[in-house]
Nanobody, 123 residues
Framework: QVQVVESGGGLVQAGGSLRLSCTAS????????MGWFRQAPGKEREAVSC????????YYTDSVKGRFTVSRDNAKNTVYLQMNSLKPDDTAIYYC????????????????RGRGTQVTVSS
C-alpha cells in the first residue's frame, strides 16, 4: 500500500519552532520529489515547500523563506519540514505529498498524499 503519513504537528507560541516529519511507504522514495502544502481555515490549500528526489533542489513559498527548511533522509523514507520563528498566520493543516522526480506547486499533481497534521500558532 502506497502512503505517506505526517507527524509532528501541535500547538506552539509565536516565535517557536516545530519539526514536521513525513514517512512514505510502498514507493521507491528516492525517485520522488516531496512537497509540503498547507490549508488554513477558509483559505485554499497552498504549496509551502518542495524538495527534489536527490535533495539538491528545494523550493519555498515567499512567506516562509528564511524560516522553514525542508530536508530528506532517503535511507529512512522520510522528509522533514523544520519550522522556525512561527507566526499565527502559519496556523493550518500541513500536508505531505509525493510527486515522481520533480516538484510542482499543484496539489493535484502529487500522489500519494497524506492526511495532514495540524499546526496551531498562538499569539
Amino acid at each position: 500500500q502506497v502512503q505517506v503519513v505526517e507527524s509532528g504537528g501541535g500547538l506552539v507560541q509565536a516565535g517557536g519552532s516545530l519539526r514536521l516529519s513525513c514517512t512514505a511507504s510502498g514507493l521507491t522514495f528516492d525517485l520522488y520529489a516531496m512537497g509540503w502544502f498547507r490549508q488554513a481555515p477558509g483559505k485554499e490549500r497552498e504549496a509551502v515547500s518542495c524538495i527534489y528526489w536527490s535533495g539538491s533542489t528545494t523550493y519555498y513559498t515567499d512567506s516562509v523563506k528564511g524560516r522553514f527548511t525542508v530536508s530528506r533522509d532517503n535511507a529512512k523514507n522520510t522528509v522533514y519540514l523544520q519550522m522556525n520563528s512561527l507566526k499565527p498566520d502559519d496556523t493550518a493543516i500541513y500536508y505531505c505529498a509525493g510527486r515522481y522526480k520533480s516538484c510542482s506547486d499543484s496539489w493535484s499533481s502529487f500522489l500519494p498524499r497524506g492526511r495532514g497534521t495540524q499546526v496551531t500558532v498562538s499569539s
